[in-house]
């Protein structure tokens, strides 16, 4: 028979089990242990992937980083015209970030047919994939192509093989923004008013980037795209003398708009130049086809305008 000592044990035991379960049954718990504080997310050390790449990132909106390497060591011509490096001849970075320190790439480069497949290697070799080849212009001089790449992960990584790519190029290096060229008058206003976008000068060219209408994903990462990495359509133009413009750049569509838009811009004497997709994990499916002319600002502005009313573009 247990002594009392015991007896009053048991007794006691069985309070305390009593009283926690009709704590936990009405829906109190016991007090929280002590525990570390809470740790900052961890974030991207743009600074960092500056050094790798060799120049500043510059902050945009929408959270991308970028960086652009003009191709002023070419003159490059199209059709007699000689071209700025405003228009998209040159080699560009853009970064956003994805989770933790890892950050999605994509970007392009402006290469000779020499340049092209040792630069294609380097940056396979970084893990870099690649995701297009083609034209934007159809007669330039000297002969060029465009590269598209995307890059997933460790974005210092990335620019360090970035880097060492565009080392297999002529492209100047400069850690400095060049001087901007001298180029004739062109009223800007009256392209914003047309387009219904506000645009910015780069590089001697005149440049609108106009929003898709609808979310485009990165299905690697599950990331929507930012409208400057390729969720836009560009239109580029460069002024030219006796009031004239060059236009060049591309329109982003998915498969049901690219066939209005091409009768759009042929009923406004805009020829296209290819057809062709930029990227490889995206959702919807994009399309970007390039076009060229060279005419009046204001009916050459009001075409593209014809065209993205025909891709139901705001």
Known sequence: MPDRTSTLRIVCARGVAFVLGALLASGCSAP???SAPA?????????????????????????????DFPRTDLAITNDNVRLMPGM??????????????????????????QELNPVISRLQTGGIEISAVHKHLPNENPRLWWLHYTGYGDPVRNA????????????????????????????????????????????????IHVPLNRPISDTT?????????????????????????????????????????????????IDIVSLHSHLTHEQPRLFYMHFWSVGDPAALAGGLRAALDAAHTD
């Open 39 to 67: 740790r900052p997310a961890a974030q991207v050390d743009w600074t960092a992937v500056g050094h790798a790449l060799g120049t500043d990132l510059k902050t945009e909106q929408g959270g991308v980083h970028t960086a």
């Open 160 to 207: 360090a093989t970035l880097r060492g790519a565009l080392q297999l190029t002529g492209t100047p290096l400069l850690l400095a923004e060049p001087a901007p060229p001298a180029s004739p008058p062109l009223d800007t206003a009256a392209l914003d008013r047309i387009i219904r976008h506000p645009g910015a000068r780069e590089d001697g060219a005149y440049q």
């Open 221 to 269: 990462t599950g990331v929507t795209l930012p409208y400057l990495m390729e969720a836009s359509t560009l239109l580029m133009f460069q002024p030219l003398d006796g009031g004239k413009v060059a236009i060049n750049g591309d329109f982003a569509m998915t498969a049901d708009q690219i066939n209005p838009v091409i009768s759009a811009l042929h009923d406004h004497s």
């Open 88 to 113: 998209e001849l040159g080699s560009e970075a853009m970064f956003t970030p994805t989770s933790g320190t890892d950050a999605l790439l994509i970007g392009e480069f402006t290469v000779t047919s």
């Open 32 to 34: 929280p242990s002590p």
